[in-house]
């Protein structure tokens, strides 16, 4: 092996040591401890190992062949993460499916959990509370209601409100506007927009006259059309063409070089405070990662926890406003709006530049 080699080898090593010293997540990557026969993902809360007796590995089935078997404490094949995950989501539909909110003792009980454990998996896996999807289900349905043009007063009574004083008390955190504005629906607006392949999928791109509006990625053109106009009804669609070149090899770009998303013209429909948190969402450099309640402290509301993973929910712009940068407190990689395999592939991407 050449000098130039073993130098970059011993640089590489060191600096992932001393991500896993200081309990760094590091998406991707996995440490082995010689001594007990385990591998890890970095944040795991197991005791710091001698540095001696640490390996890395870059995927389970690279350390596996090296004679380590999984940690049960951090779980690095995911195996229980995907069992709760998927208890998370028959307890998602069954709060889709009821007309009031299941009691979260019959949730827990159902998934198979005691009451306070069951509570931190749907934390951990939606970003909300069972009480604050169940607002998510009704708001969707209110503003499904106000887009169709219906009354405010009929459109908060059928989404199960039970009056629109809850409503107009925080419009921002339920629907990300006031209900007028939700019923107006982009009247009187152009909105161009058009679709391009990625290494990371199907992508919709969408701009006003102020600039991009919303960035998603989706299965197919049909689907990425329908949620455009889901969100703008009201107003005139039309398809860019060749008009959104530049702009669309700008946002592919962003998964090669997300530091450019910086230069991009956006024009975000949201709150102040849902624009707090896209702000400092943007902040976040590439290659680092932040949790909700560190990023409910960084702009000042440490108990708004819910209303932070809200907003990053609520996010339009995808690649440009990077939420798929927020993750578990234990280092996993919780959900994302446009699919955990696209999060995993851009936070991977994002730590080896």
Known sequence: ?????????????????????????RPGMLYAVTTQGVYCRFGCPSR??????????TGCAEAEA???????????RGERAALQAEAVRAACALIEQAES??????????????????????????????GAYADAVKARRLRAA???????????????????????EKPGRLLGMTPGAARRGGAGEEIRYAFTPSPLGLLLVARTEKGLCRI?????EATLEGELAARFPRARLLPGGAGMAAELAAVVGLIEEPRAARALPLDLRGTAFQHRVWQALAEIPPGQTTTYSELAARIGQPSAVRAVAAAC????????????????????????RWGLPRKRALLDREAAG
């Open 48 to 57: 710091l190992p001698l540095k001696r007796n640490v390996r890395f590995f």
């Open 146 to 168: 106000l887009a169709d043009g219906a009354r405010v007063a009929d459109a908060v009574a059928g989404a199960g409100f039970g009056s629109e004083s809850r409503v107009y």
């Open 66 to 76: 090296a004679g380590f078997r999984a940690c049960r404490r951090c779980d690095p």
């Open 313 to 336: 929910g609520a996010n339009p712009a995808a690649l440009a406003v990077p939420c798929h940068r927020v993750i578990g407190w234990d280092g996993s990689l919780t959900g994302y």
């Open 101 to 130: 909110l299941p009691p979260l003792a019959a949730l827990a009980a159902r998934a198979g959990y005691a009451r306070h454990h069951f509570l931190r998996l749907f934390r951990e896996v939606t970003g909300l509370t069972p």
């Open 216 to 220: 998603a990625f989706g299965p197919d």
């Open 1 to 25: 092996m050449s000098t130039d080699t073993e130098t970059h080898m011993d640089s590489r090593t060191e600096f992932l040591w001393a991500a896993l010293e200081s309990r760094q997540p």
